[in-house]
């Protein structure tokens, strides 16, 4: 469906070394697209080698890194010749480092989901726009949000730094979208529900939540989502049918925001 919907666009992926993005990845290289995968790990980036073949670069670097996004624009001229557009996937759960609610919230918690999550996208889009601003033709950037940045569900997604997090990636997204438009740079944002991705382990394992998604995210007999859930609305983005398309943060989430979701009053004590 997507064969040729991305001819010869050359495209930054940030974060498409597993899950989300490399969904996109293969998805934009049926599509016609060339493209720069930055992954996080070696582990991911083999893996990505092995399933997309010498089809794509494969950067393995930290995404909140300041070089990082430079160095994967820079190597998308030197091997395509152009630079039309930059996905950022990159991000994560900040549970590990100490995210949670607000009274249990450590400041490394706040500081690294932050990093994670909203820095990252910072530092990719200031170094496609300033190549797109150097090159003076326009561009695409999509941003990764999260439906937790403007549709809360503190039962079993409490946590407040990565929803600050996801919240601001709608602003600083719009927030872009309205500065350069007049340079024809088109910024906008996918807004994922529950989707089943490394991240998601959590949920994806535990029977209560399932039981909850059923309910939260009630399409297509209620479920959670799969990356190539949001290949088609990524490729519309990065093309050419979005030409006339900005500051536009779009939920594909299965019907979460717009539902309520049924959790039992007994599994309060534990998840609450």
């Known amino acids: 469906m997507l064969q040729g919907f991305l001819h010869k666009k050359n495209i930054v992926i940030v974060g498409g070394s597993s899950g989300i993005g490399l969904s996109a990845a293969k998805?934009?290289?049926?599509?016609?697209?060339?493209?720069?995968?930055?992954?996080?790990?070696?582990?991911?980036?083999?893996?990505?080698?092995?399933?997309?073949?010498?089809?794509?670069?494969?950067?393995?670097?930290?995404?909140?890194?300041?070089a990082t996004a430079v160095k994967a624009i820079e190597r998308c001229l030197q091997d395509?010749?152009?630079?039309?557009?930059?996905?950022?996937?990159?991000?994560?759960?900040?549970?590990?480092?100490g995210d949670g609610l607000l009274h249990q919230i450590t400041v490394e918690g706040w500081n690294k989901t932050?990093?994670?999550n909203l820095t990252s996208i910072m530092l990719s889009n200031q170094a496609a726009l300033l190549q797109f601003q150097r090159d003076a033709k326009g561009g695409s950037i999509l941003n990764m949000g999260s439906v937790l940045g403007f549709s809360p569900s503190p039962f079993y997604f409490g946590t407040?730094?990565?929803?600050?997090?996801?919240?601001?990636?709608?602003?600083?997204?719009?927030?872009?979208?309205?500065?350069?438009?007049?340079?024809?740079?088109?910024?906008?944002?996918?807004?994922?529900?529950?989707?089943?991705t490394p991240m998601a382990q959590r949920a994806t394992t535990n029977d209560a939540i399932l039981n909850f998604i059923k309910s939260k995210?009630?399409?297509?007999?209620?479920?959670?989502?799969?990356?190539?859930?949001?290949?088609?609305?990524?490729?519309?983005?990065?093309?050419?049918?979005?030409?006339?398309?900005?500051?536009?943060?779009?939920?594909?989430?299965?019907?979460?925001?717009?539902?309520?979701?049924?959790?039992?009053?007994?599994?309060?004590?534990?998840?609450?």
Not at 38 to 51: I, M, N, P, S
């Open 114 to 116: 932050l990093a994670l």
């Open 217 to 272: 995210q009630p399409l297509d007999g209620g479920r959670i989502g799969k990356p190539e859930d949001l290949d088609g609305l990524a490729a519309y983005f990065m093309s050419d049918y979005a030409a006339f398309t900005t500051g536009q943060c779009v939920a594909v989430d299965g019907g979460w925001s717009v539902t309520e979701g049924q959790w039992r009053e007994s599994e309060k004590t534990t998840h609450g």
């Open 27 to 66: 998805a934009f290289l049926t599509a016609g697209a060339n493209l720069v995968i930055v992954g996080a790990d070696l582990d991911t980036c083999e893996q990505a080698k092995q399933e997309l073949g010498s089809s794509s670069t494969i950067l393995c670097a930290d995404a909140t890194e300041p």
């Open 160 to 196: 407040h730094a990565y929803a600050a997090a996801k919240s601001a990636v709608i602003g600083f997204t719009k927030s872009l979208a309205a500065s350069y438009a007049s340079k024809n740079i088109r910024v906008n944002a996918i807004l994922p529900g529950l989707v089943d």
């Open 80 to 97: 395509f010749g152009e630079f039309n557009g930059l996905y950022h996937v990159a991000g994560g759960s900040g549970r590990k480092f």
